[in-house]
């Protein structure tokens, strides 16, 4: 009996710790909401991973940034972005899909 509530215990442990890296792997819109109103190098840092992923991946996800492209201006048009959309923002929307949609609405594709 010992022995089985070890191990019930000790998976709900590891479980609890995975949804734990994973929500810290993947940060949610909320979390990037803090980051504009925080520290600017935490946000530059986030950004600039985020954009340099974007440019260098097969599928671009129909977004052109313009050439001499700096994250400052990544950043300013995220924070503005978020903050217009702030009501809309809940603890399940992805930073991901944040990021994505204020850089595809400032700077889509033209096909």
Same mark, same amino acid.
Not at 34 to 53: N, P, S
Not at 79 to 107: Q, V
């Given at each position: 009996? !010992? !022995?089985?509530? #070890?191990?019930? @215990? %000790?998976?709900?442990?590891? $479980? @609890?710790?995975? @949804? ?21 190098? @935490? ?7 985020? %954009?340099? =992923? ?9 977004? $052109? #940034?313009?050439?001499?492209? !700096?994250?400052?201006?990544? =950043?300013?048009?995220? $924070?503005?972005?978020? %903050? ?24 889509? $594709?033209?096909?």
């Amino acid at each position: 009996m !010992r !022995r089985l509530l #070890f191990l019930v @215990v %000790t998976g709900l442990a590891l $479980c @609890v710790g995975k @949804v734990q890296a994973q929500q810290e792997m993947h940060p949610s819109a909320l979390y990037l909401l803090g980051l504009c109103e925080g520290k600017e190098d @935490v946000a530059l840092a986030y950004i600039i991973g985020w %954009t340099d =992923r974007q440019q260098h991946d097969a599928d671009s996800g129909d977004i $052109c #940034f313009p050439n001499g492209m !700096r994250p400052q201006w990544a =950043r300013d048009i995220l $924070c503005e972005y978020m %903050t217009a959309h702030a009501k809309n923002l809940t603890l399940n929307m992805d930073a991901d899909k944040a990021m994505w949609s204020a850089m595809h609405e400032t700077w889509p $594709c033209n096909k």
